[in-house]
């Protein structure tokens, strides 16, 4: 099934922009379309929300990111994109691509975000 590829995680300093990538390879476009996609991010034990978007684009994010991040996707390409400005230590961690429909939920290898001077 559907292998999640994540990119553009790295070092920034605070203040400064991302632009997380995560590509759906092996997915027909078809289903692609039907899964809410969303990022995660992870430390130490910590898996918490970031952002969804769902299949007609409904959008929700985490009250710690709302005015700093924006997800979007698009179907063509199967990708779903985190556009992350604004960016403050506290926002360094594992972030991961997700793909859910109903209970049915998995996850990219995920990407390292350090947000230090």
């Known amino acids: 099934q559907g292998q999640l590829v994540e990119s553009g995680g790295g070092l920034v300093q605070p203040g400064g922009s991302l632009r997380l990538s995560c590509t759906a390879s092996r997915m027909i476009t078809s289903t692609f379309n039907m899964y809410t996609m969303g990022w995660y991010r992870q430390v130490g034990n910590q898996r918490e929300l970031v952002a969804t978007i769902?299949?007609?684009?409904?959008?929700n994010y985490s009250d710690s990111v709302k005015g700093r991040f924006t997800i979007s996707r698009n179907g063509s390409r199967k990708t779903v994109v985190l556009q992350m400005n604004g960016l403050k230590p506290d926002d360094t961690a594992v972030y991961y691509c997700?793909?859910?429909?109903?209970?049915?939920?998995?996850w990219g290898q995920g990407t390292q975000v350090t947000v230090s001077s």
């Open positions: 997700s793909r859910q429909l109903g209970s049915d939920i998995s």
């Open positions: 769902t299949s007609d684009g409904r959008t």
